[in-house]
């Protein structure tokens, strides 16, 4: 056709956006169909009432709130002493220091675009705003600075969005300075906002007044937010330049823990003349010995009497421990001796220990040992696990310089980490082993591992609890004391390594027949094929299944209320109920407990969701 | 070279449940042979030449390899696992390594070679395969005939005595077969003892010293790729060759 | 070049592959063995210490405490009061099951709604529940019921939940809630109840037939099956005819009798050589299985030692098992009723005992329609009258339903995205609405991938009532927890404790695995 | 090569042993110092060792929990943590209460002084099990002496130090006054936490009154206090002391007006005499915490306050017998317990006499000596110490 049609004068270069507005989306969002209307209108009244009656009983004058806020620390440490609370400050100092490394190292930074800050605090202020407004009662001062805060930043949220549709390219904000906001506002709300502090009087009445939020607290959490800022930047500035940092910051992870445990805990009282007079001649003498062994069991052409002589060494040593630890004291007229803290055992076993472990290295020595440089290697690896043995027993076995008022350990939220860290971190190995039993050709070891990991996941952790608090103590009572805290991780630890190893057994099973095969053809020994194959892919793969299962132990520490055990929930609801100021209340501080719960396990999820997403970026 | 069979199975029989898988074969293979397998699938082939390795544990009959007779030896599978390398029909690369890493395992953890030095001839093997700028790289980045490649340097890495091919090329998109097999036949003319499982008739007529026909769990024919393809023996030899030439 | 086989050479035994495996395993063993003896031997001596020895004689002897709610609040024994536990355990469990599986699928369903609201709500429902401990929210839900004036403002004095917003919802004094609890009406049965129970199994086997009968109708292609409807419809007219012809079933009293008579009269050998036998003949028939599965023309030559060890555990365990029977006639006598066990009369005997007195003629309807009531000077509920349900037991079970129920839900939604988006778009392609695809489509392929977790959710759902101890609600662990705290026997408390759970479990996961394969079946 | 290589790790190895085994055996394994014996540690105990194997065990003989608690420096006493008025940890962490305070003393008559006090909370379930295995010194968490746990369970008791009873709490709006007697609790809704005495005594009381009652359990009290205010209980029940202190703190708080909630029976359903416990066949250790009470006691009965304590030791007509108590005169006893002469002195002069500690902890919680039986003898209460002499 000569003259064809034309539909359009110009070519529109720019699309035109979608239909939107708060009409449309409650058209798309709200009410598409009748029966979405009549849903949406019936959820709506019953959300409306719910929420306004739950911020009537939050706001209610009767609510004693002041209980939680006087006993802050209480909930967080327990009962420890004031003067040496620069200990405390000092393990969150290092946690703090470490997480503003990692977040360097890892390079957790990230962009974010406009359109979705504005989004946030749309609906942060919105969310805010209908708070307000909900409030049964007049509108009353608090009130209605809460509500304009939050109309004034959802309208900037607004506006921003608008704004932004203008623009073509959408400008995009670093979430490090978005995190450094954050933490610019949390040091604001520390130095500004009021919460009620209740002041006991000789003849047990009380006053409570708003005052600003931890008073002695407040310049510590401020100087831990620095700490973290220039952690980070310092992080960020030798990220470069120093290639091992993520390997350095795993491993110092990993010694953190005990390290805190120590700082907070013990203090431990080092004896130097001990350490010169007797760790240092063991390790000398232990680790030479062992070294040599291993230097010539670790040669390639060792024939398989290594193998005999070390199987012969670890029966040995295993029983040496046993048998004089227990049976054969000819001074103990009963055949268990007794000895009087953990303390004491573990220095009768810190000469014996080393040589179990040296007979493990002896054991697994032709399969890491072979060229000079490797055997070298491996037996700075032997050296370096002893001196982690012998420093633990000498730290574990010294006596504290620190004297605690209260019971003699750190409780409330501190506890509930400890368990949960010791627990998770116990059981690893332990559960590790066990799903290689339940998955090994040996039946004997097949049946034993399964046996355990069904009978321990069908019986509910409290009874686990029970047990350790109660059958340990009578298992092994006139052997060795053990401290309810140390009986509750042990509980944990058994119950949690049935999980964990079916977690790992998945993994186990996920991979290919022909990485056995492969494995199996080039000659890897049955460790090596462990150790080097099987385990690295399987444990990467339940990566998720594990964040979860720490999830999950986290929220379960809250049992060891039960048996007693001075955990967040037990002193949220009986030791400040129990003060005679705060009589009553208990379903406050059960709410403020919930929360706390609440806060950590959404953290964590949300972080593990995040940290699937970029491991699953980063295998490929 | 002598004529030693480097080789050597009397009677290998093998059972799966109350399938018998091998019925009782009979092989020396020479040192410096090229051997290739053929036959339907789900005819053994693939048993047999995992029972050299010990991959699968023959049940009764007897293998040597290298003069070493298999049996529950801790030590001897030690000295025939360095001696045999086997390449597999999936590749079976160990995904969370790089693929230096993957070459140099062994050597330096079962061979006990010093790192550098398993590194020199890792380089030097994934030269020979033709792939030398992928050493740093993770398998699942390679295609995979490059897979196959470095699949076939790590069994040499070891210095084999012997290479075993289990079906090599099956899992390969036609268009990568050939690098694959250029690498094996590369191999062949330096004079490698190999059993190879396979379906390449091209292959096997141009490389392979001798042919073997297995039908089930049988050696059914054996000879030279000339007598083979162009004068089979057995009726069932020459059913099985009209049907996939 | 034919050279003759020989036999396989042997390696020397600190070669031997199989030889090695097998010394690891049995030192491994007796290193476990040692643990357990020393603990073992540690325990007694300190129990000795202690003046105490283990010893089972509580579940015989009265325990002086009073159970705060179950079949009986006043047990005569140990045995009776775990016994109590145990059946308070089954009624947060089951009907817990039930009332998570409603509100998970209601909950994973609304997380898939378009409806912004609903979806939001369910968000955080989900995210609420999920990240605060059990233990937390029960004891939350314990104390909320305890003041529940605190927060619904009663507007009726008699506790009467009669209205919402002025709208009548329920004829008056159907339902109470006050802080002592809940009262409903409730179906209380009498002693007419077993023989219906009687009579709903046969009318559940008949539901059975004809529901097959109704599928055969459709595959035959005669009539549209409504199969679920036929063998319900079969099902409530037995239940109707059975509310009044429930007596006829009381013939079966005698044959109760006639058996009660056979156990308790037959020389106990009789019984012990049966139970040998039957030990014996199980082992055969896993044995035999086991080898046929193995068979291989060259015999059993062929077996790995791991069959072996197989065979000889089979083989060890069954004589081991015939032996006991055979030679202790004590444990026997109290399985078929002929002697105690805890120094109760439980065997089967008193069982089908029992059975005939319940069976013998009854007239009445076999339960009684009862509306709660409130008496005394102090509002409590009556004790006869309606269904009242308890502050702790509320707690508990609110607690459970509501945690488990967000993990259902999860894997609801889990299920539902896996159904792939083809389903859908043929669906709606087919006309269907989304409600209908819902239900017609997406949840039964769904069904498949949701079970596994779901049966997992059922397993910590009933190992998690043990959490009603911190709301004092009277489960088996409380119950024990009482008995050792008066008692000092931990051990066989532990060991009752363990037995439970793990048959509870057991059984619950047999279910799951049966439905499990009965889905892949289907899938065929 | 390889043959030597065998031969020299067998030897090795064996050598490993038999030094390993030769410092063993020189290593002294005396039961009573096993702190010597491996290399590596040092003697930081006194004379007697820290650790007698049997001496932590119920049921053997032996006396060494003082020397034991000599050598740690620190007494560890098991309290509750959670019980109003008596043991209560504050929110600093600090605790106070009646039991503290009798911790107290004892640390300030063994080690002189009364800070040396390492508080061990105990459940109820677990206290005895603690006090049995070792980890606490003495337990003193409001733990009634009943004639089974005495006997069974391998533990004595000390000298009552407060005479509890089992009371009810009701509603005055429900007709209940203090006369009330347990006859009229029929019908009623009564709360107490599951698990102890409390709750038998209240169900066999109830049947013996002959009134019925609906039993209702929580796990811990102040659930039930709860359910009491809000009504979901008509009655609770506890030790007469607790439901006092509840009562005091409502009606102190304006929840209640004074007179709404009355504790009821006049005479308690049970007695629940309250006191220290320690294991059992240590007379030692027993003499000792019976004569820290005791010393209170007297103190309390012969006017000796810590505020006039150093006065009257400086007073020349001192009474003979706290003379003795506090170690001025020669003839004191307390070096033939084991303990240093003026232990009773740091004790009332620390911690205070009897009626300190009592006024000081349960006044403001409303619970008065007067007229109960936790008054002096002479006034007519159980407050009965031995004759110093």
Known sequence: MAEGTVFVETVELAPEPPPSGPVQWIRENLAYSVSSTITTIVIGLVVFFGLRALIAWFLNPFRKWSAATANARLLMVQAYPDDQFIRVWISVGIVVVLAGLSAAAWRVAGKVSVGQVAKGLLSVGSGALVLALLAPGGLTGGRVIFGSVGLVIAGIGYMWKRARKSSVNEPVISTVALAGLALVLIGVFLWTVKLPVQEVFADGSKEVTNQLIARSTKLPWTVQLLVLAVSYLVGVAIRDSISSLRRILVGLWALSFPAILMVVMRAPDIEWDTVLSVDLPIFLAIGALVGVILYVIGAPDAGEWKYIVSAIWLVLAVLWVLFSWYLFDPASSSPFHFTSSAADVLKRLEFKFPLILGALFALAAPSFGGARAARLRYIGVWLGALVLLIMSFRLGAASSLLELSGTAFVGGLSLTFTLAIAAIVLSFPLGVLLALGRASTMPIVRMISTTYIELVRSVPLITWLYIGSNLLNLFLAGVVDIFSVVRAITAMTLFSAAYLAENVRGGLQSIPKGQYEAADAVGMSVVQKTVLITLPQALKAVIPALVGQVISLFKDTSLVSIIGLFDLLYIARNVIPGQSANIGSILELTVVAAAIYWIFTFTFSRSSMRLERRLGLGTR | MTDQAIIDCRGVKKWFGDFQALRGVDLEVTKGEVVVIIGPSGSGKSTFIRCINRLEVHQEGQIFVDGIELTNDVRNIEAIRKDVGMVFQSFNLFPHLTIMQNITLAPIWVKKQSKSEAEAYGRELLERVGIPEQADKYPGQLSGGQQQRVAIARALAMKPQIMLFDEPTSALDPEMVKEVLDAMKELAKEGMTMIVVTHEMGFAREVADRVLFFDYGQLVEAGTPEHFFTNPQHDRTKLFLSQIL | MTTAIQRPTRPPFYRDVTVLKWVFQIVFLIGIVTVFWLLGSFSIANLAKQNLAVSWDFMARPVGFQVAEGFTTLPESGFQALLVGITNMLRVTISGILAATILGVIIGVSRLSHNWLVNKLATVYIETIRNIPLLVQIVFWGIVVSIIPDIVVDETSDGSLKSLFGLRLLPEGWIFASPKGFAMPWLVPTDGRWQWVGFMIVGAVAALYAYRWRIRLQEAGTAEARAFLWSGGVLVAFAIVGTFAHPVMGIFGPVFGFVAAFFQNTPIIIFQIVLAGLAVGGAYYIIKKRLDELRTPAGLGKLTDDDWFRLAMAAVVASGLALFFLLQSGPVKAIVGQGTIFGQEIGLSQLFTGLESRFSFVSGAPFDFSLPAIDGRFNNYAADAGHVITRAYFALWIGVVLYTAAFIGEAVRAGVLAVPKGQTEAGFAVGLRRSQLLRMIVLPQAFRIILPPVGNQYLNLAKNTSLGIAVAYPDIVQVGQTIFNQTGQTIPIVISWMAWYSFVSLTLSAIVNRWNKKLKLVER | ?389
């Open chain 4, 1 to 389: 090569m390889n043959k030597i290589q065998r031969i020299l790790s067998v030897l090795v190895v064996l050598g490993v042993f038999a030094t390993a085994c030769t410092a063993d055996d020189t290593a002294p394994t005396t039961p009573d110092d096993t702190t010597q014996t491996d290399p590596g540690t040092t003697d930081t105990t006194i004379a007697g060792g820290s650790t007698d194997p049997t001496t932590p065990v119920a049921g053997q003989t032996g006396g060494a929990t003082l020397d034991e608690v000599r050598a740690r420096g620190v007494l560890k006493c098991g309290v509750s943590g959670s019980a109003v008025a008596f043991s209560e940890t504050q929110s600093d962490g600090s605790m106070t209460g009646f039991d503290a305070e009798m911790c107290r003393a004892v640390a300030a008559a063994v080690l002189g002084d009364a800070t040396k006090v390492e508080f061990a909370a105990l459940t109820a379930a677990e206290r005895f099990t603690a006090l049995a295995a070792g980890e606490i010194d003495v337990l003193i968490r409001n733990t009634t002496w009943t004639q089974s746990r005495d006997t069974t369970l391998g533990l004595d008791f000390g000298p009552t130090t407060y005479y509890d009873g089992q009371g009810v709490m009701g509603k005055a709006s429900d007709g209940f006054t203090a006369d009330s007697t347990l006859a009229d609790v029929d019908g009623a809704v009564l709360c107490t936490n599951a698990g102890t005495t409390t709750e038998k005594n209240i169900s066999e009381g109830a049947a013996q009154a002959g009134a019925t009652i609906v039993l209702s359990t929580v796990a811990e009290f102040p659930e039930a206090m709860e359910g009491f205010k809000a009504g979901s209980c008509d009655l609770v029940t506890t030790d007469a002391s607790g439901l006092v202190g509840n009562m005091v703190t409502a009606i102190r708080d304006g929840s209640i007006q004074e007179g709404d909630w009355v504790v009821f029976p006049r005479a308690p359903i049970s007695k629940e005499p309250l006191g220290p416990v320690y294991r059992q066949n240590d007379s030692q250790w027993a003499d000792i915490v019976n004569w820290t009470v005791y010393a209170t006691f007297i103190a309390d009965e012969f006017g000796a306050t810590s505020g006039n304590i150093d006065s009257l030791i400086g007073d020349a007509d001192l009474n003979p017998e706290l003379g003795r108590l506090f170690g001025v005169t020669d003839d004191e006893l307390q070096s033939t317990m084991g303990l240093s002469a003026d232990a009773f002195y740091q004790v009332i002069s620390q911690v205070g006499n009897y009626d300190e500690i009592f006024t000081r902890t349960l006044n403001p919680v409303g619970i008065f000596r007067d007229g109960s039986y936790n008054a002096q003898w002479y006034d007519g209460g159980m407050i009965y110490a031995p004759p110093a002499r």
